[in-house]
């Protein structure tokens, strides 16, 4: 167990729809990255928040969005749903965020259908 | 831009060495990570390499760094059952990381 949750476990939505997904980091860690993985694309880093605030983008559609609140939990929220959003999205959290080696620790994941 | 690349499968016995290969591009890379992702689980991080080093061993786990050839290689001593799993290779570009599409390895008893 890394100390990070995500929930829910599984998320089955219909196209169109929004949902949000969220993540608790091990107590301590002040960063929250976020990464999908699906088969065609492999992990790909979508954002990075450290103490509430955005510190680095990657492959995130304008359709998504983020935030890390007071607590350091994060939200990711997924809308106009399309099927190609169907995969396995994790969290993963570290104690600073850019002091090497920045060991990020996974959670589990949350895995989204768009039917 | 960033690339990493790993071969897709590997199958060993019980008790042999397992050896995972990855390429990356990126020159700048300060570390190197090895992840291990089992069936329905999260990423749990093995062990990583700075990049001015050759070689970080942790008990079983040995890895390897050719910075000329931006090679990096995961050995696994005594494979066990319990290894099998999908292995992915990753290398830091600021501070996200960019994962390898992995690599599953099966072995058998």
């Known amino acids: 167990d890394s100390g990070v949750t995500q929930t829910p476990k599984h998320l089955i939505t219909a196209t169109g729809q929004r949902v949000t997904l969220r993540c608790s980091p091990r107590s301590g860690d002040l960063s929250v990255y976020w990464y999908q993985q699906s088969l065609d694309q492999g992990l790909q880093f979508l954002i990075q928040?450290?103490?509430?605030?955005?510190?680095a983008k990657g492959n995130i559609l304008e359709r998504f969005s983020a935030q890390q609140f007071p607590d350091l939990h994060s939200e990711l929220n997924l809308s106009s749903l399309e099927l190609g959003d169907s995969a396995l999205y994790f969290c993963?959290?570290?104690?600073?965020?850019?002091?090497?080696?920045?060991?990020?620790?996974f959670g589990p994941g949350t895995r989204l259908t768009v039917l | 831009g960033e690339d990493v690349e790993q071969s897709l499968f590997l199958s060993v016995r019980e008790g042999d060495s397992s050896v995972i290969n990855c390429t990356y591009t990126?020159?700048?890379?300060?570390?190197l990570y090895w992840y291990k992702q089992e069936p329905g689980a999260g990423l749990q991080l093995l062990t990583y390499i700075f990049s001015n080093m050759d070689m970080k061993q942790d008990q079983r786990l040995t890895v390897l760094l050719n910075k000329k050839d931006k090679h990096l290689s995961l050995r696994i001593a005594d494979t066990q059952t319990g290894d099998s799993a999908i292995y992915f290779c990753a290398e830091s570009a600021g501070t996200a990381l960019i994962f390898g599409k992995g690599t599953t390895l099966s072995v058998s008893s």
């Open positions: 928040y450290y103490n509430g605030e955005e510190r």
């Open positions: 990126d020159s700048s890379s300060t570390y």
């Open positions: 993963a959290s570290s104690v600073t965020g850019d002091l090497p080696p920045n060991e990020q620790f």
